[in-house]
């Protein structure tokens, strides 16, 4: 048995056109004390980048793969890194090999260095007015002018994933609305008010491919009242206490509004920090 660790020490996560560098470490496992133990062997090892593309089956009908194989894909001792997988492979980078015959004895490990570009046409992976991931939202509202007051006011931040025509699964597939935060306000005879929210680092910027296209907004809901309202008014010099109630019923309006905004990447060290990934895996061979 042969234990291979792939660390890349800044993290899991890169920009298009970044380098990629990764140490892998083979390691033989075995104590050189163990009386089973025995040097292993590896007739050759590589390394590249590989996308796989994953969908919804129920929203998304995948275009055809075609006709493209591996000249060799009937012999199980070439690496296919998409075989057995769901989706269809969207990026590929040529293998890069890392050694040829290589033999460990028990308890000895080797170390190769991979690097690589990350190709800037390949698409972001799906698991965050310009704005960055993990920066806050910040609006004001100025309520002085108006003649019908404001009540309430709501503010969302809101992504819409709509899937290109000819590959949605039914005609005329809704757009897919997902909240990430939502700010509450009440407001009546303010005169300014303000909100902040903040993009979580753990989502997608926009973004948009053949298949999908992935963009931002603010969501905005209102509630009004129908008639003009007198604020309470306060006697100057007035030494006692001042209550006042609103009231039991009004009548009111409601209506909303959506800003786009464009969210854009932050630095893949950050990210990093909230990534479901890490930056070490392992396995067993």
């Given at each position: 048995?042969?234990?291979?660790?792939?660390?890349?020490?800044?993290?899991?996560?890169?920009?298009?056109?970044?380098?990629?560098e990764?140490?892998?470490?083979?390691?033989?496992?075995?104590?050189?004390?163990?009386?089973?133990?025995?040097?292993?062997?590896?007739?050759?090892?590589?390394?590249?980048?590989?996308?796989?593309?994953?969908?919804?089956?129920?929203?998304?009908?995948?275009?055809?793969?075609?006709?493209?194989?591996?000249?060799?894909?009937?012999?199980?001792?070439?690496?296919?890194?998409?075989?057995?997988?769901?989706?269809?492979?969207?990026?590929?980078?040529?293998?890069?090999?890392?050694?040829?015959?290589?033999?460990?004895?028990?308890?000895?490990?080797?170390?190769?260095?991979?690097?690589?570009?990350?190709?800037?046409?390949?698409p972001?992976?799906?698991?965050?007015?310009?704005?960055?991931?993990?920066?806050d939202?910040?609006?004001?509202?100025?309520?002085?002018?108006?003649?019908?007051p404001?009540?309430?006011?709501?503010?969302?931040?809101?992504?819409?994933?709509?899937?290109?025509?000819?590959?949605?699964?039914?005609?005329?597939?809704?757009?897919?609305?997902?909240g990430?935060?939502?700010?509450?306000?009440?407001?009546?005879?303010?005169?300014?008010?303000?909100?902040?929210?903040?993009?979580?680092?753990?989502?997608?910027?926009g973004?948009s491919?053949?298949?999908?296209?992935?963009?931002?907004?603010?969501h905005?809901?209102?509630?009004?009242?129908?008639?003009?309202?007198?604020?309470?008014?306060?006697?100057?010099?007035?030494?006692?206490?001042?209550?006042?109630?609103?009231?039991?019923?009004?009548?009111?309006?409601?209506?909303?509004?959506?800003?786009?905004?464009?969210?854009?990447?932050?630095?893949?060290?950050?990210?990093?920090?909230?990534?479901?990934?890490?930056?070490?895996?392992?396995?067993?061979?």
């Open positions: 048995m042969i234990e291979v660790v792939a660390s890349m020490a800044r993290g899991p996560v890169f920009l298009a056109g970044e380098l990629l990764c140490l892998i470490t083979f390691t033989n496992p075995m104590s050189h004390l163990s009386t089973s133990a025995s040097s292993e062997m590896l007739a050759w090892a590589s390394a590249q980048i590989h996308c796989q593309f994953h969908a919804s089956e129920n929203r998304v009908a995948l275009p055809a793969q075609g006709n493209k194989q591996d000249v060799q894909a009937d012999s199980d001792t070439v690496l296919i890194p998409s075989r057995g997988e769901r989706g269809q492979c969207v990026l590929d980078t040529p293998p890069k090999i890392l050694f040829c015959d290589l033999r460990l004895d028990p308890g000895e490990s080797k170390t190769y260095s991979y690097s690589e570009v990350v190709p800037v046409d390949g972001p992976s799906f698991r965050g007015q310009a704005v960055k991931l993990g920066e939202i910040i609006g004001t509202f100025n309520f002085s002018e108006g003649d019908i404001c009540l309430q006011y709501s503010v969302s931040l809101q992504s819409e994933e709509e899937i290109q025509q000819q590959y949605q699964r039914r005609p005329g597939q809704a757009v897919s609305v997902t990430h935060g939502r700010h509450l306000e009440s407001c009546l005879h303010t005169a300014s008010s303000h909100f902040s929210l903040p993009i979580p680092l753990n989502v997608t910027p973004f491919t053949d298949i999908a296209t992935l963009r931002w907004r603010l905005f809901e209102f509630v009004t009242a129908r008639e003009p309202m007198e604020p309470p008014t306060v006697l100057q010099n007035q030494s006692e206490v001042t209550v006042w109630a609103g009231a039991e019923h009004v009548d009111v309006d409601t209506f909303s509004w959506n800003l786009p905004i464009k969210v854009l990447p932050t630095n893949p060290a950050l990210a990093s920090y909230v990534s479901q990934f890490t930056g070490t895996n392992s396995i067993n061979i």
